[in-house]
T-cell receptor, first 113, second 112 residues
Framework: KAGVTQTPRYLIKTRGQQVTLSCSPI?????VSWYQQTPGQGLQFLFE???????NKGNFPGRFSGRQFSNSRSEMNVSTLELGDSALYLC????????????FGSGTRLTVV | DAKTTQPTSMDCAEGRAANLPCNHS???????VYWYRQIHSQGPQYIIH???NNETNEMASLIITEDRKSSTLILPHATLRDTAVYYC?????????????FGKGTKLSVKP
């Protein structure tokens, strides 16, 4: 079956702009989580959506937001981009609780200049 | 913060078993031990998980000590493609606890 698809793979944005990243989960998976990975902070949890509802949120400023659609596809948005937002953004999907593991996409590499 | 402690790096000869240790001394009774790995520039990949019994699948074996304060991931015949960062994670099962808390992991280098 198809894996988790993230688009775009690479993105370059200017400080102050906003960006929207997309994630299509594995068919049948209703949970979608987002993570940010940077060399300094490693992998950090952003938020998780299940059945269109955010049910868990990490410690990130309000500039980071997300949503999930009825087909379980998810988007995350970052407004007023800062240089420090440059990172690999990873999406993961799973069944209801992730008990049997999360499947990650290949990520979107965001560079803010 | 991550609830696990792992060595920063390890080397392993190709074809030999790779044994990756993890300490999780504060693990609670309803938390599972999960292992993921991340090959350079890819998303993390789920390997295996367990509660208190030893587990084995097609990728690896997981040995959890009786007191559950530590575990070892075993790759029985390491190949060059197993070079990656390996993350040991403890996670509550069920409910709304849907996120993984990653530590720094162990960078495993498999050498010819």
């Amino acid at each position: 079956k198809a894996g988790v698809t993230q688009t775009p793979r690479y993105l370059i944005k200017t400080r102050g702009q906003q960006v929207t990243l997309s994630c299509s989960p594995i068919s049948g998976h209703r949970s979608v989580s987002w993570y940010q990975q940077t060399p300094g902070q490693g992998l950090q949890f952003l938020f998780e959506y299940f059945s269109e509802t955010q049910r868990n949120k990490g410690n990130f400023p309000g500039r980071f937001s997300g949503r999930q659609f009825s087909n379980s596809r998810s988007e995350m948005n970052v407004s007023t981009l800062e240089l420090g937002d440059s990172a690999l953004y990873l999406c993961a999907s799973s069944g209801q609780t992730g008990h049997y593991g999360y499947t990650f996409g290949s990520g979107t590499r965001l560079t803010v200049v | 913060d991550a609830k696990t402690t792992q060595p920063t790096s390890m080397d392993c000869a190709e074809g030999r078993a790779a044994n990756l240790p993890c300490n999780h001394s504060t693990i609670s009774g309803n938390e599972y031990v999960y292992w993921y790995r991340q090959i350079h520039s890819q998303g993390p990949q789920y390997i295996i998980h367990g509660l208190k019994n030893n587990e084995t699948n097609e990728m690896a074996s997981l040995i959890i000590t009786e007191d559950r304060k530590s575990s070892t991931l075993i790759l029985p015949h390491a190949t060059l493609r197993d070079t990656a960062v390996y993350y040991c994670i403890v996670k509550y099962y069920g409910g709304s606890q849907g996120n993984l808390i990653f530590g720094k992991g162990t960078k495993l280098s498999v050498k010819p």
